[in-house]
Each structure stands twice: as structure tokens, then as C-alpha cells.
């Protein structure tokens, strides 16, 4: 090689070995509100260690558990500014935003079990809910799982009549409201982060909520009695910034994509056993009594609860709970 253009070769990669040191990683903010030992809490953190290898450091994911960095309404808003890229919030948390008809998947009784709320989630009726988002600049990108309802309070919750008069911290959610009032009680929406100290000094009665995240916020420290009712569904959709996620190299974002996906069959397959044993945890507490209704409890709950469905086909859209029967085959009216 002649001198000159030695040097040359040499300056061009020098000049390179020096960009590709100087360039940072591109950094992605997860934050939610739960604790990291959940289903959500896993998934987030076994997405991070899968993004940050596919994508050979070209990512770096900062996890922000337990409404570290910003709560159920906050979280949204900086998801929608840019100032994090990354969440997972709970389905009943999207009628702020203006997408409503995630509430479907807080009608009482709509999924017999997680068979039924797959085939939603993972068929056309879940895509499409996603691709609502877009219109918000968020990006829909996959559903994570969580579990089936428990109902707590400081009393026995056996028929529909012993929650009248409670007032019942909810999701920010229309359809969760109606559900509590078809039971006679008050809902009062709250902040995940604020409901274990509202329980502990009084200012709600009672909740519901999978028992992963009743023990790992400690809630059954401050609740007496929970009733295995699994009268509704909560789980997540994983989303981030859509500016942000649009502007990615492609390369990069495959990796994320990839990373995704494998988390997403993880997060599915731990969340009934997570939930299986924070349940064992609590009745190991000996803080709480756990009840188990009776069939015909079950019954007068599902008689009680079953006019919110129609209640809210004009929020949600008649075909859209419609669609979720038929895909499910399961009209729990029916
Ligand atoms: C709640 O607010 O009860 C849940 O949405 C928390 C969560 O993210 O699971």
C-alpha cells in the first residue's frame, strides 16, 4: 500500500473505531407501578436482559419498578412527551388517554379463563385494539398477563349485598366503576402507589385486584378478608413512545422486537404460577381469611354484575364486546 493512502485507511477507521466508542447506547426508560417479584415486574426486567443482548449494547433499558419514577396517570402523560419510552400499564388505565375500549377487558365475568382472554389477546380483536393507540402516538406492542381478581375488604365478601356501602379503590376505569356500583358500593379511583396506605388508614373499605399484586403491595396486611371471586381480568399492554419507536434503526428495532416477543411468552407463562403463590404466601401470612365462594355465591355475583355489560356497550361499542363473545365463544349471559 502506497504511504498516502495507508494514511488514509488508517484516519478512516481510525475515525471510525472513535464514532463507534463515542456513540452511546440508545436508552430506553421502562417505569410501571408494581413490584418487581410480579409477573409485570419479571417480564420487564427479562425484557431488559433480552433487549440489551440482542441488540449487542446498542440498548440499555432502565427498569423503574413500584411508581419509582411516576404513577398510574403521570406515567402516561411522559410516555405521550417523551420522557420515558417504555410501559406496560394495566388495560383499565387507557380511557384517560382516550382509547376506551380497553375497558373491555374489565367487564365482569367476559373470560371464563386465561384460554378465552388469549384468544383475544393473541387474535385479531387484540390487534386491532393496539393499532387504536397509534392515533395517540403510542405504539401498541404486545400483551402481558396478570391474572384474575380477588376481592378484599375488613369483612366477609360472600353475596353481592356485603359489598353495599364500601367504598372500593378502583383502576381508573368507567367499567370498573359501574361494576362497583352494580354491587351497591362507592368506587373511588386512586393511584396503585396510594392504595395500600388508603386500605391501611381507612379511606377506602376495600379492593380487587390478582393476588400477586395484593401480597407484594402488602394489602393483606391491611385487609381482614379476601373473597376468591376472579370476577374480572387485569393484565397489560406493553407500549412505548411511537415517535420514538418509528425513528429507530430498523436493525435495532428487530432486535427489540425479538427481545419482545420472547418476553412476552415468558410474562405469559410465570403469571397464574406467580399468582398461584402469592396467593399461597397470603394464606401462609395468617393475616387474612381467605374464602372461596360457594356456587351459588358465584351465581348471585354474576347476576348482580351482568346488566355492566350492556351498561357500557355504548362506551365500549356493542361490537366489540360483541366480537370479544365470539372470538371467546363465550356469551357469559347466555
Ligand atoms: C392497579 O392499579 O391495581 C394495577 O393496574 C397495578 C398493575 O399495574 O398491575
Do not use: C
Not at 398510574?72 to 406496560?88: F, P, S, Y
Not at 367504598?167 to 351497591?184: D, P, W, Y
Not at 386500605?199 to 401480597?215: A, C, F, I
Amino acid at each position: 500500500m502506497k504511504p498516502l493512502v495507508s494514511l488514509a485507511v488508517a484516519v478512516v477507521f481510525g475515525v471510525a473505531a472513535l464514532s463507534a466508542q463515542a456513540a452511546d447506547p440508545i436508552m430506553i426508560k421502562f417505569s410501571h407501578v408494581v413490584a418487581p417479584d410480579t409477573p409485570k415486574g419479571k417480564a420487564a426486567e427479562k425484557f431488559k436482559e433480552l433487549a440489551e443482548a440482542k441488540t449487542n449494547g446498542a440498548v440499555k433499558i432502565e427498569v423503574y419498578p413500584n411508581s419509582t419514577l411516576y404513577k398510574d396517570k403521570e406515567e402516561m402523560e411522559a410516555l405521550q412527551m417523551g420522557a420515558v419510552q417504555m410501559l406496560a400499564p394495566s388495560l383499565a388505565k387507557f380511557g384517560p388517554l382516550g382509547v376506551k375500549e380497553f375497558e373491555v377487558f374489565d367487564l365482569p365475568y367476559i373470560f371464563r379463563n386465561y384460554e378465552d382472554l388469549h384468544k383475544v389477546t393473541e387474535g385479531e380483536v387484540g390487534k386491532s385494539l393496539l393499532d387504536k393507540l397509534e392515533k395517540k402516538g403510542v405504539k401498541g406492542l404486545a400483551y402481558w398477563d396478570n391474572g384474575f381478581k380477588v376481592m378484599s375488604a375488613n369483612k366477609p365478601l360472600k353475596m353481592p349485598d356485603d359489598y353495599k356501602g364500601l367504598k372500593m379503590r378502583i383502576q381508573s376505569s368507567k367499567v370498573l366503576e359501574a361494576q362497583m356500583r352494580a354491587l351497591g358500593s362507592n368506587p373511588q379511583v386512586m393511584p396503585f402507589s396510594e392504595t395500600y396506605q388508603a386500605l391501611q388508614t381507612g379511606v377506602v373499605d376495600g379492593t380487587e385486584n390478582p393476588p400477586s399484586n395484593l401480597y407484594t403491595q402488602k394489602m393483606h396486611e391491611v385487609q381482614k378478608h379476601v373473597s376468591l371471586t376472579n370476577h374480572g381480568y387485569l393484565g397489560y399492554a406493553v407500549i412505548a413512545n411511537r415517535g420514538f419507536w418509528e425513528k429507530l434503526d430498523p436493525a435495532v428495532r428487530t432486535g427489540l422486537e425479538e427481545a419482545l416477543k420472547e418476553a412476552t411468552d415468558y410474562a405469559n407463562q410465570i403469571a397464574k404460577e406467580e399468582n398461584d403463590k402469592s396467593l399461597e404466601a397470603v394464606k401462609a401470612s395468617g393475616k387474612t381469611e381467605i374464602y372461596t365462594p360457594t356456587e351459588d355465591e358465584v351465581k348471585a355475583m354474576q347476576k348482580a354484575l351482568a346488566p355492566v355489560h350492556a351498561e357500557m356497550s355504548d362506551r365500549i361499542g356493542k361490537e366489540l364486546i360483541d366480537s370479544i363473545y365470539t372470538t371467546t365463544g363465550f356469551d357469559p349471559a347466555k
